[in-house]
């Protein structure tokens, strides 16, 4: 019983850590309704209170374990928490949203996945604080706390995409442990560069360097004192001379607009020459021989070379599958078929064979499901995924027995169907299927 226990108390300190990084994460937003909405009868910063918030949505998750639920009991928790801070003005209605936000995040804590996208978009909110909050009086104190929390918040997402990458080297699933030894080496390497950045950025290189200098000039006074016959001669070291002062003159700053023009200035000149320089060889590359065009060949065939295989048990006669007029094709039909309005089809008349057809039956019987509540779960195979359909209709639809074994032999069917028209196990069932026969799957389906 101590070892559940254990696992149990393991498992939710786990998600209490990932509830804090998540608010880490956008500590600049919290921060800003601190400047601008502080409550007056509160001794302590609001935002303080948000890991108790999220610790009692963690231990509240057994008990509320649907979706209303949560909702529903957030709410009170967070207007608790609201009118305890900051009483029951209208200014104290953001706090009780983001208590309330805070809780809900706690019960619903082991159905999130803290990836590498959460710690983008917070990095990003933490860039543009920077940026916004130099600029603001009011917020300029904050800029030193942001500096450090976003520099853990970089180290964080460093470590996540470290074992994110292990993981997927290793075929390791996202339940199983990493084996001790290699985490450990993994991460000591990731802490000892972060570690090595960080002195760089602070300064102590050049410090080191100066007392190593500082040192080469003492030692080679010392041997011209032994090896020189007069005891006068004497080796000083000469200071660098000082960098000239420039003059002082008063700068107006320019302000956000200015600069974001600039940024936004400077990148359109650089498309721009990319592009230029880009047409300009590739002109020059069709209309030229020589010495040119052999030295554009020989820097392509580099930049095309690829790793030496272990095992080449065929190679291809085609050096190169690089073709232009492919890929300006390619790219005409990419901007027809997704970003041309009304441009992709996706209905019944409209898919080219029984594959095809298949296809669209799987894609659309799963898509219904999903409507109806299945959560798709992206890693299970087709027959996975028929089998856990399969069980999640048991729980869903007790009421239906008679009906549902209908469909469950037509949803058996098509599995098979899209397993051999995906896996190509079975080309002719797939493919060689009659048009009327799939059309009668798909009224089967009610698709």
């Not at 649907?66 to 003005?89: D, H, K, V, Y």
């Not at 700068?251 to 650089?270: C, H, N, Q, R, W």
Request: with cysteine; proline share 3%; charged share 20%.
């Amino acid at each position: 019983m101590s070892s559940g226990f254990g696992k149990r108390l393991k498992f939710t300190l786990g998600l209490w850590m990932a509830c804090l990084i998540e608010g880490l994460l956008f500590l600049p937003l919290w921060i800003l309704l601190e400047v601008y909405l502080h409550p007056v009868q509160a001794p302590f910063p609001w935002y303080l209170i948000l890991p108790v918030l999220s610790l009692s949505g963690v231990l509240l998750r057994h008990r509320v374990n649907r979706r209303w639920m949560q909702i529903l009991a957030s709410l009170p928790i967070g207007a608790a928490a609201g009118f305890i801070l900051g009483g029951a003005g209208f200014n104290a209605l953001p706090i009780m949203l983001v208590c309330a936000l805070f809780a809900y995040l706690g019960m619903n804590a082991a159905d999130r996945g803290l990836g590498i996208k959460t710690y983008s978009i917070g990095l990003i909110v933490y860039f543009a604080a920077g940026i916004i909050y130099a600029r603001v009086p009011e917020l300029q104190y904050t800029l030193t706390l942001l500096t450090w929390c976003g520099c853990g918040c970089l180290i964080l997402a460093l470590l996540n995409t470290n074992l994110s990458f292990m993981r997927y080297n290793s075929f390791t699933a996202g339940a199983e442990r990493l084996p001790f030894g290699m985490k450990r080496y993994n991460r000591l390497h990731l802490v000892l560069f972060v570690a090595a950045a960080a002195l760089l950025a602070s300064g102590a290189v050049k410090a080191f360097a100066t007392l190593i200098v500082g040192a080469f000039y003492l030692l080679f006074g010392l041997l011209s004192r032994l090896f020189s016959r007069s005891e006068d001669v004497a080796i000083s070291r000469q200071d660098m001379p000082a960098s000239q002062e420039f003059l002082q003159t008063e700068m107006k700053e320019p302000g956000l607009l200015s600069t974001i023009l600039d940024v936004i200035f400077y990148g359109l000149a650089a498309v721009i020459a990319l592009a230029v320089l880009y047409f300009g060889v590739r002109w020059l590359y069709r209309n030229s021989s020589g010495i040119f065009r052999r030295v554009v060949d020989s820097i392509l065939s580099v930049l095309r070379r690829e790793n030496s295989q272990e095992q080449n048990g065929y190679k291809d006669e085609e050096e190169s599958v690089f073709a232009w007029e492919q890929t300006m094709e390619s790219l005409r039909r990419f901007v027809k078929n997704r970003l041309k309005p009304g441009g992709r089809s996706d209905r019944w008349e409209a898919m080219d064979g029984s594959s095809e057809r298949v296809r669209w039956l799987y894609r659309h019987w799963l898509n219904a499901r999903a409507a109806e509540g299945y959560k798709i779960k992206s890693h299970l195979t087709p027959r996975e995924t028929g089998a856990d359909v399969a069980e999640w209709s048991v729980d869903r639809q007790q009421a239906r027995k008679g009906e549902r074994s209908g469909s469950e032999a037509q949803a058996a069917e098509l599995l098979q169907l899209y397993n051999e028209a995906r896996y190509g196990q079975s080309p002719a069932s797939a493919s060689g299927k009659e048009p009327g026969q799939l059309d009668q799957l798909k009224k089967q389906l009610k698709l």
